[in-house]
């Protein structure tokens, strides 16, 4: 059983940064994809980035040039680089961790966009 804990929301002005961390209680080297999601209240959760076990990344194409997700296999830990953020990037961000056959999540960060 793996558990996911994720860090790193908090308020933040439009324009800014933020790093949000998922680390996990157990190794994440043969995981083979993670992914960030992002959910607001009334609409239903999309991923914004993924890497692959291989090291391919995607993103959805309103933060692509923004967001960069990486992965610590060291430090059993996924991240996500929220930089030039935006009112519409507010909501609770959340990571999913898949080994083998099964998925593992997080709880959830929130994170909120405002001036």
């Known amino acids: 059983q793996v558990q996911l804990v994720e860090s790193g929301g908090g308020l933040v002005q439009p324009g800014g940064s933020l790093r949000l961390s998922c680390a996990a209680s157990?190794?994440?080297?043969?995981?083979?994809?993670m992914r960030w999601y992002h959910q607001v209240p009334g609409k239903q959760r999309e991923v914004v980035a993924s890497?692959?076990?291989?090291?391919?990344?995607d993103y959805t194409d309103s933060v692509k040039g923004r967001f960069t997700i990486s992965r610590d296999n060291a430090q059993n830990t996924v991240y996500l680089q929220m930089n030039s953020l935006k009112p519409e990037d507010t909501g609770v961000y959340s990571c999913?961790?898949?080994?083998?056959?099964?998925?593992?999540w997080g709880q959830g960060t929130q994170v909120t966009v405002s001036s």
């Open positions: 157990g190794s994440i080297s043969g995981a083979t994809i």
């Open positions: 999913y961790v898949q080994i083998l056959f099964t998925g593992y």
């Open positions: 890497i692959t076990f291989s090291g391919t990344i």
